[in-house]
């Protein structure tokens, strides 16, 4: 029997949902390791040998790439490689470049001389695939709010009305740029290059979260795209750093939450399909053949329904109902009921997706999940920022 081919993720994607349906196509078991952003990212790249294919994304990849961890991917063995979106590959318009940090182009290209750069050559250091804009969620009914209105800045997640009711994620190269952004938009402090802070810049932001944290007005961070979920719908939380798949939860279940458009752009991320620097031979084909499957428009189509976008739209087009279609790509009012990934109802008739379509969207983005030069130093000022989050007495979390 063959071994499956393992497949080491994080949680954001629905590969429950993916399973059995790529088994039967492809003809051979598929493995599925979860770990958490960080966890994933140490195992890839100190552990190549665990894992055949990495999903991750390209804010990751100076890591795994400086490790070799992984190799790279031969584009001729892609089938619809001439078919994704610019925004994914082509460095050489606006849209690839829009935004600060790491734009998915700037280190997709593998050079003669191995090292990344927007540079086209027949060698990519990562598949491109899933992508979104995240910004903020608010709990509509619980504030009282027109979000799409009245919530148009990353500097709500500062306005002392929700005092001890907003939370940011627990992952540095995404949570400190929500705050930065946050910062910078109410005027706390300024940033030279925001996908590219310097030690006294991270330091700054640091020193402004402290005291949100010693103050209670940041309630405890989350790391798992399930907790916001839960403390929503607890009442603890009335605005967070969130992701898609969250918001769908939340809108099964009930919950008026709204993501906002804040005019100062979206963070965005982008994220893609990696190979293990040992896979040779027949297991290198299989990893092809999933790597090929993943942008053949099924499992585009399922994560459509959680709120991403895949870099090969007109596959997912063809895999979705027309009404999922002009919800979630186009911007329309939702014809219908829309089901999430699992098929239960989550969006309503007449219900619009925040920020519009997908061109709207993805032109309004303000910076890319990043790896700074200085990453390691934001990552000991973050890890300090949690320790102490986390050593608030009990009553204080509760309360935060």
């Not at 619809?80 to 994914?88: I, K, S, V, Y």
């Not at 979206?266 to 293990?276: D, E, I, K, N, V």
Request: hydrophobic share 40%; aromatic share 10%.
């Amino acid at each position: 029997m063959t071994d499956p081919l393992r497949i080491l993720c994080t949680e954001i994607l629905p590969w429950r949902l993916l399973k059995d349906r790529a088994e039967a196509d492809l003809g051979f078991p598929v493995e599925f390791i979860e770990q958490d952003f960080v966890t994933a990212q140490r195992t890839a790249a100190m552990e190549p040998d665990s894992y055949d294919v990495y999903d991750q994304c390209f804010h990751n990849l100076d890591i795994v790439w400086h490790w070799r961890a992984i190799q790279p991917i031969d584009v001729r063995r892609i089938a619809t490689w001439d078919e994704m979106t610019d925004l994914a590959r082509s460095p050489g318009t606006a849209a690839a470049h829009r935004g600060l940090g790491d734009a998915p182009a700037t280190r997709l290209y593998v050079q003669p001389d191995s090292t990344l750069s927007a540079s086209p050559t027949g060698r990519i250091s990562m598949l491109p695939t899933v992508h979104n804009f995240d910004s903020f969620a608010i709990n509509a009914e619980v504030s009282g709010l027109d979000v799409d209105r009245e919530v148009t800045s990353w500097a709500e997640l500062l306005n002392p009305r929700w005092h001890g009711r907003v939370a940011l994620v627990d992952e540095p190269a995404i949570g400190a740029f929500d705050l930065t952004m946050a910062l910078v938009a109410d005027g706390r402090m300024k940033v030279r290059d925001l996908g590219n802070m310097t030690v006294a810049e991270i330091e700054e932001m640091y020193s402004h979260a402290m005291d949100l944290v010693h103050s209670g007005h940041l309630a405890p961070f989350w790391l798992r795209a399930s907790e916001p979920v839960g403390r929503f719908a607890r009442g603890e939380l009335t605005i967070s750093s969130i992701w898609s798949p969250s918001v769908v939860q939340m809108k099964a279940q009930g919950l008026k939450v709204r993501q906002a458009f804040p005019v100062e752009g979206y963070r965005a991320w982008h994220g893609g399909l990696c190979l293990s620097r040992w896979l040779e031979g027949s297991r290198l084909d299989m990893a092809y053949a999933w790597l090929n499957w993943f942008l053949d428009g099924w499992a585009g189509a399922c994560m459509a329904r959680q709120g991403y976008y895949m870099s090969v739209p007109e596959r997912v087009r063809a895999c979705l109902d027309p009404d999922e279609w002009d919800y979630w790509y186009e911007g329309k009012p939702a014809a219908r009921d829309l089901p999430d990934p699992d098929g239960l109802p989550a969006i309503r008739a007449g219900e619009l997706r925040s920020g519009g379509s997908y061109r709207t969207r993805s032109n309004h983005v303000a910076v890319w999940n990043s790896t700074m030069d200085e990453h390691n130093f934001l990552v000991r000022r973050w890890t300090d920022l949690i320790a102490a989050a986390d050593s608030r007495p009990a009553r204080a979390r509760r309360a935060g």
